[in-house]
């Protein structure tokens, strides 16, 4: 899956198009972590959750169940439901391009799924080291998107949890370790392009049809 940087970045252009005030931007920004938040990947939450639970991850594409049970808060563009969204879209958007395109790609012979996941993750996490975002999230702010959040079903977060990923983010060394390493599959300019493409294609799914 993408990484919190990338998110945030693919966030970050979207929340330009929908000119959102600095408080919806905070909301929509961090909707844009929060399906990973109760997985405790790289923070404590008070209660963890599993992938598949937080990340819709039954029957059809995650973003779809996720859509299909929030349809009137997205179509309202309601920033945290938005941007819960916008997160598994990504994550589906970039995993698919990985799998689809390793299939035929010499790379991925006889390689397990776990040897490919490993590739995956690592040009993901090394293209994250492009980008650098903060949340800045007051404690006041952190009490009512907390709130907010709690509100989809699959959710159960506090402010304290969510001044900890804003100091995670503060530390800028998420993936420092291998910002030095070169691409496996993907290169940079591929990445960039992706990124646009997802942008463009969530844009037109989700912001200019009829679901808007």
């Not at 408080?23 to 209660?47: A, S, V």
């Not at 404690?139 to 304290?160: C, F, G, L, M, P």
Request: glycine share 2%; with cysteine.
């Amino acid at each position: 899956m993408p990484s919190w940087n990338i998110h945030l970045e693919a966030g970050e252009r979207i929340a330009k198009k929908l000119r959102f005030d600095k408080t919806k931007k905070q909301e929509f920004l961090f909707g844009c972590l929060l399906p990973d938040i109760n997985n405790g990947y790289i923070n404590n939450p008070k209660i963890i959750k599993p992938h598949h639970e937080t990340h819709y991850a039954h029957d059809q594409k995650s973003s779809l169940n996720f859509y299909a049970e929030n349809k009137p808060q997205i179509d309202a563009k309601v920033p945290i439901y938005l941007g819960y969204l916008f997160h598994l879209y990504t994550d589906g958007f970039f995993n698919y391009d990985f799998y689809r395109t390793i299939k035929r790609h010499p790379l991925g012979e006889n390689k397990t799924h776990d040897e490919k996941a490993s590739i995956k993750h690592h040009d993901f996490w090394l293209y994250d080291t492009n980008f650098h975002h903060e949340l800045n999230i007051s404690r006041e702010n952190a009490e009512a998107i907390a709130d907010k959040a709690s509100k989809i079903n699959v959710i159960q977060i506090t402010a304290d949890d969510i001044l900890e990923i804003d100091a995670i983010l503060k530390r800028k060394d998420i993936n420092d370790h291998i910002k030095n390493d070169d691409y496996i599959f993907y290169s940079k300019a591929s990445l960039d392009n992706l990124m646009e493409d997802m942008i463009e294609s969530f844009t037109n799914d989700y912001l200019r049809s009829n679901h808007a």
